[in-house]
Structures are given as structure tokens and as C-alpha cells.
């Protein structure tokens, strides 16, 4: 199993221990690779919601599994290449909302996986290497 990087919509996935499929992929991706992996701006994303539903409980469990995560930063390659993507995606008519370009550009930066439940959302993208725990069969 390749290194990856999570989309906001899988790790939520993972947080609420509902999807046996996301599970036990990230079950096994933790025991291949021992920590889960995703951008700065995913943190934002969830604890924007965490914070907004007053989820305080599930922000500091949140925040503990972050803690024991790689958090990728949102840097400036990341910010030139979502700006590119953001680019191509208008002029074709693609999907570009900053937050999902920021994660897909942190994946293309650090030359891992995306894992999202939108494998369809981001297929127009150049190099763009994709994976769905949920639909992954162990």
C-alpha cells in the first residue's frame, strides 16, 4: 500500500468508526506505515466543524490523533501548484475549490496517494495518483 494522503471526507470517515471498509484499509495502512497523513488544511476543514457543531470531546480526540499524524503544511510549492491547478480547472471547467486543490497539491507535492471517497471530483488532474477506502477490498 502506497503512502497517502487523506481528504477531508475520509479522514471524517476514519473519526467516525462507521465505514468497516475505511476502517479496516486504515487499519492496514497503519500497520504498513504506522501513521496516517494528511494536509493543514484538513485539520482546518475539521476542526472548523468540530467547532461549529461545539464538539468539544470529538475536537480533543481529534486533536491528539492529529498529534500522532503527519500533518503536511500548506507551503509555498503548495500554494503555486494548487494556483495552477485552480487555473486549469476554470479555464476546463473542472472542479476547483481552493481547499480541494490545496489537498490535492500537497499529494502531487509529497508524490503520495490521495485518498477520497471524490476519486471523480479530482480525476482531471495531471499525475494525480487516487484511492477510495471505501471501496477497497482487503
Known amino acids: ?3 497517502a494522503i487523506l481528504d477531508t471526507d475520509i479522514l471524517s470517515e476514519v473519526l467516525k468508526r462507521k465505514d468497516s471498509k475505511v476502517l479496516a484499509t486504515a487499519g492496514q495502512y497503519l500497520t504498513q506505515h504506522q501513521r496516517l497523513a ?3 488544511i484538513t485539520v482546518y476543514e475539521i476542526v472548523r466543524g468540530m467547532r461549529a457543531k461545539r464538539a468539544s470531546g ?3 480526540d ?3 490523533i492529529a498529534g500522532t499524524s ?3 503544511p500548506v507551503s509555498l510549492p503548495v500554494l503555486m501548484r494548487a494556483a495552477d491547478l485552480w487555473t486549469e480547472g476554470r479555464k476546463g471547467g ?3 475549490e481552493d481547499a480541494d486543490l490545496i489537498v490535492a497539491a500537497t499529494a502531487l507535492e509529497a508524490q503520495r496517494v490521495l485518498v477520497t471517497g471524490n476519486t471523480a471530483h479530482y480525476a ?3 499525475g494525480l495518483r487516487l484511492a477510495d477506502w ?3 477490498t482487503l
Do not use: Y
Open 38 to 40: 494528511f494536509s493543514a
Open 134 to 136: 471505501r471501496m477497497t
Open 62 to 64: 481529534f486533536l491528539k
Open 70 to 72: 503527519d500533518v503536511f
Open 124 to 126: 482531471w488532474i495531471p
Open 94 to 96: 473542472h472542479p476547483h
Open 1 to 3: 500500500m502506497d503512502e
Open 58 to 60: 470529538q475536537l480533543s
